[in-house]
C-alpha cells in the first residue's frame, strides 16, 4: 500500500502533503485535548503496535496473503485523532527509517491510510453504534467500519490517481480493480478489527475508545488508579465533528472526481479483457485485468484539465484547513 | 525522619479499598524491605509516597514535607521510584538522555547535569553504557540503569519495586553490591526474603492494607508462623542462620 | 535480546556523511527526491546523472551497492505494478515479443520504476548514515511539531518491546500446533493483536506514570542539539543542487 516515488506527479505530491499536514496539525490539536501529557507515551506506543500488527500477515485466498492497515482499528480503540498521529508516525518512520514508501509520496500515504481511512472508518463506526448502542453492534460496526475504510481509501486512491497519476491507465478501471479487491481486502481487514476490539472489549473495555460511554465507569488495574479520573463520556464526544466534516470534504472531493472518471468508461474493464484474451494473465495484479485500448483521448485532455483543477482544490482545502488551525491556535494561546 | 505515613487509608474511585489505615515510619540511612503477599496493597502504598496517588485519608510526610499536590515536583524529586520492569522505566533513546531526563525536569543544565549523569551512572557502575540505547543492554543492566536514573535525582529515600525479580544469580549478587554501597535510605519492596535479609536490617510486613509487623528482618523471617499467616515463604531448603543473635 | 533490530537501515560510520548534521541530510534529500518526481520522463540523461550522484554519496559513505540491493526489496510490490502498465495502459500500442503493449505505458512503467528506485536508494543512503536518535534530533530542528517527534521517539524506544511481545506470543501459538492457513484462522491472530494493544496500552500507562514519577510535567526537557554551520549546508546541498542542474541542462 505504500506508494513510492513517480506514481504521482510532483504537484499531487505537494498538494497531498499539505492536505496531510493539515489533518496531522488537526488531529494533533485534538489529540492533545484528550490525552493531555499522556499524549508522547501513548501515542508511541499504539503507534509501535500498529506497526507491529502490520507485520501479521494472513491468508487471504489462494496463495496470496494480506496484512493488517491497522487504520480502523487504530480509530476504533484510541479514537480518530489520536489514530491519525499514529499512523502518520508509522509511514515517517518507515520512510526515514526503512526507506519504506517514497519521501514524496509521504503527504499521499498519509492522506489515504490516516486521514481517510480513520475519518471514514469513525464515521461508519459511530453511525452504526449510535442507531444499537451496545456490544454486539460496537464489534458489528468493527467489522464493517473497517470493511468499508480499506476499499474508500483505495477509491481515494484511485481519484487522485485520476487527478495526478502518472501512467496512462483508464481512471475507471483502476477505481473498479482497485476498489474490488480491496473490498476482499477489506474483508480481512474486517475480520480482525472486529475481532481484535471483541477481544479488548472482553478485558478491558475502558480501552475501547469506540465503547465509550457504554461502559460503566471503570477502575483501571490498581497500579494506576489515577487514571480514572478519565471518566467515561457520552456517546458523542464533541471533536469529533470539525474532524469528519474536514476529513469529509476531502474525500468527497477525491470521491467525485473518481466517479466523474469511472461513469466514462463503465463496461471497460471485461470488454477489452476479452478483446485481448488476457484476463487470466492481468487480474493476478493488484489492479485486475484490463486494458483499454482505444481510450487514448480519456487518459489525454480531460484528464489534465481535471488533474490542475484537482491539485488547486486540493491545495485551497489544505491550506484553508491549515489557515483555521492557525488562527484557532492563536486564539488559544 | 525521612517518611513518615501516618493513618494512610486509600480507596479506589469504584469503591474497592486497599489500605486501612498504614502507619510506617524509616529514619535516614535505614534500609526498610516492605513484605507482603500480592494484592496486600504494596503497589497502592508505593504510588501514594511520591503523589501519584492521593490519600484518601492520613498523611504522607517525606523529610518534613507533606505529600500534595502544591509540592509534587518536590516530593518527586525526594523520592525516587524504581519501577519493576526496567524498560517502563527506560524511555528515553539512551542511557544518557534517560538519567539527565529526572534532573533535567528539575532545571538542571549543562555542566552540572553531566556531571550528576556521569555520577549517577558511575554509582551503579554503568558508566560505559552511557551513549547506548537502553533496549541493547541485559535486563540486569537495565535494572542498574533504572536504579541511576533515580539516582540522578539525589532522592531523600530510594523506593525500589521488586528490584531482584527476573535478575540470574550473578546479576542479582551485583546489584544487591550496589545497592549495600549506596549511601541513601532505601524502602524495598519485594517477595524475594534471602534478599530482603541480605540487604535490609529491618522489615514490614503489609497485609490485607495495614502493617502487621514491624523488626528486625532475621527476626520476622525466623518466626514462621507469622510468615505463613501472611502467604509468605522462604526459598526451600533457605534457613535462617542462628548466629549474631 | 538482541533481536529485533534486524531491520534497522542505519550501518554505523564515521564519514563525510555520517558526519554531516542530521537536519542538513533531511532537507537534502527531500529535496533530492522532488527534483527527481518533478524530471520529466524522457530526459534518461538527467536520470543517469541522478543515478551517478548517488553513487557518488555511497562511495563517501562507504555504503556497499549489495547493501543497498538488498534493501531496495521494499520497492518490489511497485515494481510488478510497474510492469503490469504496459499492457493495461492506454493509447497507441506496439508488439514486442507478440505482446500488445501501451507505449505509453511504457513510458509510465520507466518513469515509475525510475523515480521510484532512485527515492529508495536516496531513502536508503539516509537511514544507512544518520542514527535514528539524531534522525529525529534533525526533524525537530526543521521544526517538525514537538509532539510528533515525541511520538516517534517512544515509538522507536518501544517498537523492538512490543515486537518482542509480539514474537513470544507466535511462539506460543505455534507451539501449540496453531498454523495460518486461510482466513478462518485470522480470529486467533486476531485475539493475539488484541492482548498486544492491551500490552501496548498499559505499558504506555505505566510509562507515562513512570515519566511522572521523575518530574514529568508535559514537556520533554531538551539537552541534546546539533547545529550546523555553513560549510556543512554548501555539503549537504551539494546533492539537490547538482540534481537541479542536471536537470537544467539535460
Known amino acids: ?333 | 525522619m525521612t517518611l513518615e505515613v501516618r493513618d494512610l487509608a486509600y480507596a479506589y474511585p469504584d469503591g474497592t479499598q486497599a489500605l486501612f489505615g498504614v502507619d510506617l515510619r524509616i529514619s535516614r540511612g535505614e534500609r526498610v524491605a516492605l513484605l507482603g503477599p500480592n494484592g496486600a496493597g504494596k503497589t497502592t502504598l508505593v504510588m501514594h509516597l511520591n503523589g501519584i496517588l492521593t490519600a484518601g485519608h492520613g498523611t504522607v510526610r517525606v523529610a518534613g514535607l507533606q505529600v500534595g499536590k502544591e509540592n509534587l515536583q518536590e516530593i518527586r524529586r525526594r523520592v525516587g521510584l524504581v519501577f519493576q520492569d526496567p524498560d517502563d522505566q527506560l524511555f528515553m533513546p539512551t542511557v544518557r538522555e534517560d538519567v539527565a531526563f529526572g534532573p533535567a525536569n528539575m532545571g538542571v543544565r549543562g555542566a552540572e547535569l553531566d556531571h550528576k549523569v556521569t555520577d549517577a551512572l558511575t554509582r551503579v557502575g554503568m558508566l560505559d553504557a552511557i551513549d547506548r540505547p537502553p533496549h541493547h543492554l541485559s535486563f540486569g543492566q537495565r535494572r542498574r540503569v533504572a536504579v541511576a536514573t533515580v539516582l540522578a535525582m539525589d532522592p531523600e529515600i530510594l523506593v525500589l519495586d521488586e528490584p531482584s525479580s527476573n535478575l540470574d544469580p550473578a546479576s542479582r549478587r551485583e546489584l544487591a553490591q550496589i545497592l549495600k554501597n549506596l549511601d541513601v535510605t532505601v524502602l524495598m519492596v519485594t517477595h524475594d526474603l534471602p534478599y530482603a535479609l541480605e540487604l535490609c536490617e529491618r522489615a514490614l510486613i503489609l497485609s490485607d492494607g495495614v502493617i502487621a509487623a514491624d523488626g528486625p528482618t532475621r527476626d520476622i523471617l525466623a518466626n514462621e508462623s507469622l510468615l505463613t499467616a501472611h502467604r509468605l515463604e522462604l526459598p526451600y531448603g533457605f534457613a535462617i542462620p542462628s548466629t549474631g543473635t | 535480546m538482541g533481536a529485533g533490530h534486524h531491520h534497522q537501515l542505519y550501518r554505523p560510520g564515521d564519514t563525510l556523511v555520517h558526519r554531516l548534521p542530521p537536519q542538513c541530510k533531511l532537507l537534502a534529500v527531500a529535496a533530492f527526491a522532488i527534483v527527481v518526481v518533478a524530471t520529466p520522463r524522457e530526459r534518461f540523461l538527467a536520470f543517469g546523472g541522478y543515478l551517478l550522484l548517488l553513487a557518488a554519496v555511497a562511495a563517501v559513505a562507504r555504503v556497499s551497492p549489495g547493501f543497498v540491493l538488498r534493501r531496495m526489496v521494499v520497492e518490489l510490490p511497485f515494481v510488478l505494478f510497474a510492469f503490469a502498465i504496459p499492457v493495461i495502459g492506454l493509447g497507441e500500442r506496439i508488439s514486442i515479443w507478440g505482446v500488445s503493449l501501451s507505449v505509453d505505458g511504457l513510458w509510465a512503467s520507466w518513469n515509475i520504476l525510475a523515480k521510484a528506485t532512485l527515492g529508495v536508494i536516496a531513502s536508503i543512503l539516509l537511514a544507512a548514515t544518520t542514527e535514528p536518535r539524531s534522525m529525529l534530533l534533525g526533524a525537530q530542528r526543521l521544526r517538525m511539531p514537538q509532539l510528533l517527534v515525541q511520538i516517534a521517539t517512544f515509538m522507536l524506544r518501544y517498537l523492538d518491546v512490543v515486537l518482542d511481545a509480539m514474537r513470544r506470543m507466535k511462539v506460543a501459538r505455534e507451539s501449540r500446533g496453531f498454523q495460518a492457513r486461510d482466513l478462518r484462522q485470522a480470529p486467533i491472530l486476531a485475539k493475539s493483536a488484541g492482548a498486544l494493544f492491551i500490552r501496548s496500552y498499559e505499558r504506555g500507562e505505566r510509562v507515562h506514570l513512570a515519566m511522572l514519577s521523575r518530574g514529568y510535567t508535559g514537556t520533554m526537557p531538551v539537552y541534546r542539539d546539533i547545529s550546523a554551520d555553513v560549510r556543512q549546508w554548501l555539503f549537504a546541498g551539494a546533492l539537490p543542487v547538482a540534481a537541479a542542474a542536471l536537470l537544467f541542462i539535460s
Open chain 1, 1 to 333: 500500500m505504500h506508494v513510492p516515488d513517480g506514481f504521482f506527479t510532483a504537484s499531487v505530491s505537494i498538494g497531498a502533503a499539505v492536505v496531510a499536514a493539515a489533518g496531522v496539525s488537526v488531529a494533533l490539536r485534538n489529540a492533545k485535548q484528550e490525552l493531555d501529557d499522556r499524549t508522547a507515551p501513548m501515542a508511541g506506543l499504539v503507534a509501535a503496535f500498529i506497526f507491529a500488527v502490520q507485520m501479521l500477515n494472513f491468508p487471504v485466498a489462494a496463495g496470496t496473503s494480506g496484512h493488517l492497515l491497522g487504520g480502523a482499528l487504530a480509530a476504533i480503540l484510541v479514537g480518530p485523532y489520536t489514530a491519525v498521529l499514529c499512523v502518520a508516525v508509522v509511514l515517517l518512520v518507515q520512510g526515514f527509517f526503512f526507506a519504506d514508501g517514497g519521501l514524496t509520496a509521504l503527504g499521499i500515504n498519509i492522506t489515504l491510510m490516516g486521514i481517510v481511512t480513520a475519518a471514514v472508518a469513525w464515521g461508519v463506526f459511530r453511525l452504526i453504534v449510535r442507531v444499537a448502542p451496545n456490544r454486539t453492534a460496537i464489534v458489528a460496526g468493527s467489522f464493517v467500519a473497517a470493511l468499508v475504510s480499506v476499499p474508500v481509501a483505495a477509491l481515494a486512491f484511485a481519484a487522485l490517481f485520476a487527478i495526478g497519476g502518472t501512467a496512462p491507465i483508464d481512471a475507471g478501471a483502476v477505481a473498479a480493480a482497485m476498489g474490488g479487491t480491496h473490498v476482499l481486502i477489506g474483508i480481512g481487514e474486517g475480520l480482525i478489527t472486529a475481532v481484535t476490539v471483541s477481544s479488548v472489549l472482553a478485558v478491558r473495555p475502558d480501552l475501547v475508545y469506540g465503547a465509550r460511554g457504554l461502559t460503566k465507569p471503570l477502575v483501571l488495574r490498581t497500579a494506576d488508579g489515577e487514571r480514572v479520573v478519565e471518566a467515561p463520556r457520552g456517546p458523542e464526544a464533541k471533536p469529533i465533528r470539525p474532524f469528519l466534516v474536514g476529513a469529509g470534504i476531502v474525500s468527497l472531493l477525491l470521491a467525485g472526481v473518481v466517479s466523474f472518471f469511472a461513469s466514462s468508461s463503465p463496461d471497460g474493464l471485461e470488454r477489452v479483457a476479452e478483446d485481448k484474451g488476457f484476463l487470466g494473465q492481468a487480474s493476478d495484479h493488484l489492479f485486475g485485468g484490463s486494458a483499454l485500448a482505444d481510450y487514448g483521448d480519456v487518459g489525454g485532455i480531460p484528464v489534465g484539465v481535471a488533474g490542475v483543477l484537482g491539485v488547486l482544490i486540493t491545495l485551497a482545502v489544505g491550506l484553508g484547513i491549515a489557515y483555521l488551525v492557525r488562527r484557532k491556535r492563536k486564539v488559544t494561546t
